[in-house]
Nanobody, 114 residues
Framework: VQLVESGGGLVQAGGSLRLSCAAS??????MAWFRQAPGKQRELVAG???????NYGDSVKGRFTISRDVAKNTVYLQMNSLKPEDAGVYYC???????????WGKGTQVTVSS
């Protein structure tokens, strides 16, 4: 499975972005968005199960929303009220037991100016 992330960019603090993750084929597993800031480990930001149950990291709760369009093999991350600490490269992956199972894509860069 190939995963292609898009939608990143430069935004001012308080702004919004919508990220997309297109998979090369349908995925029956849960999906998640991860981010990696410079010098930091990759962290899970948000996840969605095959049954559309969602979970979020504490730092993004109430600001980010993950969703999926099964027909389009695409997962989205709506990011509102962005903060400088949200900056980083965002990746998506299928997850089993919270662990990513496919090779990582190139990610999409998010930069938030203060």
């Amino acid at each position: 499975v190939q995963l292609v992330e898009s939608g990143g960019g430069l935004v001012q603090a308080g702004g919004s972005l919508r990220l997309s993750c297109a998979a090369s084929r349908s995925i029956s597993y849960g999906m998640a968005w991860f981010r990696q800031a410079p010098g930091k480990q990759r962290e899970l930001v948000a996840g969605i199960t095959s049954g559309d149950y969602t979970n979020y990291g504490d730092s993004v709760k109430g600001r980010f929303t993950i969703s999926r369009d099964v027909a389009k093999n695409t997962v989205y991350l709506q990011m509102n009220s962005l903060k400088p600490e949200d900056a980083g490269v965002y990746y998506c992956n299928a997850v089993v037991g919270g662990r990513p199972i496919y090779s990582w894509g190139k990610g999409t860069q998010v930069t938030v100016s203060s």
